[in-house]
């Protein structure tokens, strides 16, 4: 059985959402418990020697080892012959990778960043590599100082030196990796861990059941080795989870709390709120106004950007004419590039954010009105019945009138 493993903050619920890294020193001189990393980061260790466990997959650590950590990774110091000292940079890896895949010239390097980080996430440096890395580190602590030291220093254009220096330090771990093994796009992909999984479907209707049937395994079986494994249950992980998005939904749209949490999982704002408050300790209305500068700080990324469409199809979705392509065109990009952005941060593409957002609208109309379904169908911006049908189906496992009746009886019952 694998030991429990102790889950780390994300540390963006600490500090500032505008801020893109932090950085530390760190020495470790025994070995650690399993920790599970909300957030990404880089270890790069200048002495000592060990044995580091990422996931089931075990890695020596000697002087110049960089570790590059994915979100929801699981890593252990499972042996310390001499004592290690590191740099400990946590960052904001889904904003630097949207930075970087609007970068000419990386769009497909940028596009395959977090697969290949995944596949090769220690590196034993050269000389001169090492070189090249300890110098953008020190640049960053210049620039950011030590978290330890609580260093409060702000420079002029603070936030654009701390993003290019980060896209440095990505660009210059993946080219080291490419050196060493070449292609690695040829190697055989790595399945996801469980608990990789559940992060990569965190806004989905997820279940142990569906757990279960895409790892071969039984419900009971999933729920015991997720308690194993972080001394919580599944419910109390995914919410964790739902959290962390749920932040961004606040800082970059003007959702109501009940459109997030149809986006984020979440039954209803009241469900959303009594989590996050519990977990965040701040409601989310006041979570919004302590971070509503956040948004002007950012240049017009692609995160912005995402988030602008999620907001522009909550208030537009009745429109019957709209289409991914008038959206796309609207906010300045490609489908394809529309397409990418949302399944990034939503895990839907146009056509099936589009569809979400209006059977949801539906089901609304469904429980508080008696319109017509083919009424409510031309009201949530559907042509025409069959094609409202299709879709609610889709999403809901039932037909309108069948909802309608099941609200109505539970209605009934409560009454």
């Not at 600490?14 to 990393?37: M, N, R």
């Amino acid at each position: 059985m694998k030991k429990q493993a102790q889950i780390q903050e994300k540390w963006h619920l600490e500090k500032s959402p505008d801020t893109v890294c932090y950085f530390d020193y760190e020495a470790i001189e025994k070995p650690t418990k399993a920790i599970i990393h909300q957030s990404a980061r880089f270890w790069y260790f200048r002495k000592g020697k060990g044995i580091l466990k990422i996931d089931d997959t075990t890695y020596e650590l000697k002087p110049n080892t960089i570790v590059s950590i994915a979100p929801w990774k699981i890593t252990e110091i499972v042996e310390v012959e001499e004592t290690l000292q590191f740099i400990k940079l946590i960052y904001d890896f889904q904003f630097i990778n949207q930075m970087l895949k609007g970068a000419t010239g990386l769009e497909k390097d940028s596009a395959e960043l977090f697969k290949t980080i995944d596949m090769e996430p220690v590196l034993h440096l050269d000389s001169v590599q090492a070189q090249e890395i300890e110098t953008i580190l020190e640049k960053l602590k210049e620039e950011i100082g030590v978290a330890s030291y609580d260093n409060t220093n702000h420079k002029p254009l603070r936030f654009l030196y701390m993003t290019n220096k980060m896209t440095e330090l990505l660009i210059t771990y993946h080219r080291y990796m490419l050196a060493k093994d070449g292609n690695l796009s040829q190697r055989p992909e790595k399945p996801l861990s469980l608990l990789s999984y559940i992060y990569a479907h965190s806004s989905e209707r997820l279940t142990l059941d569906k757990l279960a049937s895409v790892f071969y395994m039984s419900a009971s079986s999933i729920a015991k080795q997720l308690n194993a494994l972080t001394g919580t249950g599944f419910a109390k992980l995914l919410t964790e989870m739902r959290i962390a998005k749920v932040s961004d939904y606040l800082i970059y749209t003007d959702l109501t709390l009940s459109e997030i949490a149809y986006l984020t999982g979440f039954v209803d704002a009241s469900h959303l709120s009594k989590n996050f408050n519990a977990k965040v300790d701040v409601t989310p209305i006041r979570y919004r106004k302590i971070y509503s500068h956040v948004r002007t700080n950012f240049n017009k990324t692609d995160k912005e950007i995402a988030y602008s469409v999620i907001d522009f199809l909550y208030k537009n979705y009745n429109d019957n004419e709209l289409s991914g392509r008038e959206v796309a065109a609207k906010f300045g990009i490609s489908l394809g590039d529309l397409n990418m952005l949302l399944i990034y941060y939503c895990e839907k593409d146009f056509d099936n954010l589009l569809n979400f957002i209006r059977i949801n609208k539906a089901c609304e109309l469904l429980s508080s009105t008696q319109a017509p379904i083919l009424q409510i169908a031309i009201d949530v911006g559907y042509n025409n019945a069959k094609t409202f049908n299709l879709n609610f189906y889709k999403f809901m496992n039932r037909h309108p009138s069948d909802f309608r009746k099941k609200i109505t009886f539970q209605a009934d019952k409560e009454s």
